[in-house]
């Protein structure tokens, strides 16, 4: 009887959890996702005539953006793994399925994970790269906003939400470094805390959650006593998100307006910092929410606003999904063979 009420609860369990998740998303798809789903396709006929020079140079600097973020993740590996062309298929393969999912970061560390491990990279390296360059990236953009925000403020004046994100960012900031310090200065506290819920989690143990907060304080101290790779990593990480911020305002400027990079950049990393909540897959329907709000707030027309957050998306958001199914695929059957 127990062998047969086990199915009967887990299909249960199973019903409410995905049920209770299904109705949260709901009001969130309805008038989030559903809206940009249509703008998306409204964006791609408005850049068939917007000026190409613009439009080329948009894409390059977001092309340049992701190559940015695969030199971060060669960064953070050791000098014998992948090539970067293997490095930056892994991260676009991962980048789609975050941008279909909600809350899709966990499901690409996942993805990401495999893909990495099926390359020769060692585990405890790919656990802590992925750690570092995810969380390390997050704490790199609230510091550029931060910087952005205290230049802007005495040339633009001080936005009702300037205060909010800044002490959200902070927040995270100060989280995030705690984190950290909790698994590199002593990582058996950190996996006694977290112990009971591995005991949760299919294919993982205690001990074994244990052994991989060991290695993973061991790499990190590391990294953190390599100033070459502190460097090269921070340097890659400001430029991952500048290049895409100066993608967005190429776009903007493809509508006719010339936006104050200061100005874009705080509009930018405030969208960006209110996406990185899991409510949609990689903040969509939020970030086009906002980013136009912020942008019309500092001058700039709603039309044009709308029209150039929304086209670069399409870039940003939409072409990184077609694209890492692409590197997914080739990456799978290049293993093959």
């Not at 948009?58 to 190559?67: F, I, N, P, T, Y």
């Not at 001080?158 to 927040?171: A, K, M, N, Q």
């Not at 909790?182 to 005991?199: E, G, H, I, K, W």
Request: with cysteine; aromatic share 8%; net charge positive.
């Amino acid at each position: 009887m127990r062998l047969a009420r086990r199915p009967l609860t887990r299909k249960i369990s199973w019903l409410l959890r995905y049920g209770v998740t299904a109705v949260l998303l709901w009001p969130v798809a309805q008038y989030l996702v559903a809206p940009e789903l249509v703008g998306a396709g409204r964006g791609f006929y408005l850049l068939s005539h917007a000026p190409a020079g613009w439009l080329i140079c948009g894409v390059l600097l977001e092309a340049m953006s992701l190559l940015c973020y695969g030199l971060l993740t060669r960064a953070l590996l050791p000098s014998d793994s992948p090539g970067l062309f293997r490095l930056l298929r892994i991260d676009l393969a991962a980048a789609a399925v975050a941008h279909v999912t909600p809350a899709g970061g966990v499901s690409s560390a996942g993805v990401g994970y495999r893909l990495f491990r099926a390359e020769g990279v060692r585990s405890s390296d790919a656990a802590v790269m992925m750690a570092v360059k995810g969380y390390g990236s997050a704490v790199v953009l609230n510091m550029l906003l931060w910087i952005t925000l205290i230049v802007s403020i005495p040339l633009t004046g001080f936005h009702p939400l300037y205060g909010t994100v800044l002490i959200v960012s902070g927040v995270i900031i100060v989280a995030i470094a705690s984190l950290i310090a909790a698994v590199t200065r002593d990582p058996r506290s950190a996996s006694r805390l977290l112990r009971p819920a591995a005991q949760l989690i299919p294919g993982l143990s205690g001990d074994g959650l244990e052994r991989a907060f060991h290695e993973a304080s061991k790499s990190m101290m590391m990294i953190w006593r390599d100033r070459g790779v502190l460097a090269r990593s921070l340097l890659w990480a400001c430029l991952n998100w500048l290049l895409d911020a100066a993608s967005l305002w190429c776009f903007v400027a493809a509508f006719g307006s010339f936006t104050n990079p200061l100005v874009l950049f705080a509009a930018y990393g405030l969208a960006n910092v209110a996406g990185a909540l899991p409510l949609t897959p990689a903040g969509l329907g939020v970030i086009e929410s906002i980013g136009p709000l912020l942008l019309v707030s500092s001058g700039v027309t709603r039309s044009v606003a709308t029209l150039g957050v929304l086209a670069w998306r399409l870039v940003n958001f939409w072409l990184p999904i077609p694209a890492g199914m692409g590197a997914y695929a080739s990456l799978k059957i290049g293993s093959r063979q």
